[in-house]
């Protein structure tokens, strides 16, 4: 058998990646991601012979990743803010952008008790992230997709916390259950359906469409929630909507005909797009 040191192994994994128009990057993050071993590691070890079986194991992720698997789904997890999420074909790979949005809600509502809801919550990557921050806020997580709250649910394990977690439609699970809520946070699919040309191969060929895809240009379920709000969200109640980078004015444009009382507010991202759609509801 042949020798294969850290540094070789990496290189022929790069050129593969390359090959098939994969960023060569995901070569190191699978290597670090299936074996648990980091940048310094590998540095210190890069002439290191690589135990065979590693090889292997090795070899197959970086075909999967190669033929256009998010490397996420390789490795089963990804890191969201900073810990380990499970993550499988029924879930989003949570993005950075959303870390943001997890970011901004902490800073924005008080640890005094209040019942918050996350709405479509994947992985339970936004919820879980807040219920691990919070001591005394109530976090209720939703999803339509059974498989994505069975996610969840591992996640919330292995995070320590116990958010209340239920499976329907939008606002359903808290309507069916007389829950009003202080505060609303969603990253609900919203890429138009004529988007999907734009779209990273790998992300539209492997990443749920139930989590990606919304009617009326992307915009349909924020209007059903916005039309929705005096069902689960207490008067005065907040607001947060993960948005994509055009949809500012058309949704504070909505939110101020159904609500003239409102007054819509952006947050950019990290790149300057607008990512974050916040508001006070009142009726
Ligand atoms: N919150 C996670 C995150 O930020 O990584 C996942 C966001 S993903 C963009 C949207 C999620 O909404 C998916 O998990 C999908 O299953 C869920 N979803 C789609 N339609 C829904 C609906 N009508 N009611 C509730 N959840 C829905
Ligand atoms: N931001 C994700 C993407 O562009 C989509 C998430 C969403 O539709 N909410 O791939």
């Given at each position: ?118 709405i479509g919550t994947g ?19 939703t999803d ?42 969603s990253n609900p699919p ?31 379920l ?62």
């Amino acid at each position: 058998m042949q020798r294969y040191s850290y540094k070789r192994m990496i290189e022929e994994a790069e050129a593969s990646l390359i090959l098939s128009d994969r960023e060569p990057r995901i070569a190191s993050l699978l290597l670090e991601d299936l074996f648990g071993i980091d940048r310094v590691y590998l540095m210190l070890h890069e002439e290191e012979e690589v135990p065979g079986e590693r090889h292997g194991i090795f070899e197959k992720a970086v075909a999967r990743a190669a033929a256009g698997e998010p490397y996420q789904y390789v490795t089963g997890f990804s890191w969201f803010y900073g810990y380990k999420m499970e993550v499988d074909e029924n879930t989003l790979i949570p993005r950075n952008e959303t870390e943001e949005l997890v970011e901004f809600v902490l800073e924005q509502e008080p640890d005094d008790g209040r019942t918050v809801a996350d709405i479509g919550t994947g992985t339970g990557a936004i919820g879980l992230l807040l219920q691990k921050h919070w001591h005394k806020n109530r976090v209720v997580l939703t999803d339509v997709s059974s498989g994505a709250l069975e996610m969840a649910g591992k996640n919330a394990e292995a995070l320590g916390v116990s958010p209340e977690i239920f499976r329907g439609s939008l606002f359903e699970p808290l309507t069916d259950r007389g829950i009003m809520a202080d505060c609303i946070v969603s990253n609900p699919p919203y890429i138009a359906y004529d988007e999907k040309d734009d779209m990273d191969a790998s992300v539209y060929r492997h990443e749920p469409h139930l989590a990606l895809f919304a009617d009326d240009g992307g915009m349909a379920l924020y209007k059903q929630m916005v039309d929705g709000l005096p069902t689960v969200l207490k008067p005065g109640g907040t607001v947060y909507f993960e948005i994509g980078w055009r949809q500012y004015t058309a949704l504070s444009t909505y939110i101020k005909k159904v609500w003239p009382k409102t007054r819509p507010q952006l947050k950019k991202d990290m790149n300057g797009q607008d990512r974050i759609l916040f508001f006070r509801w009142e009726d």
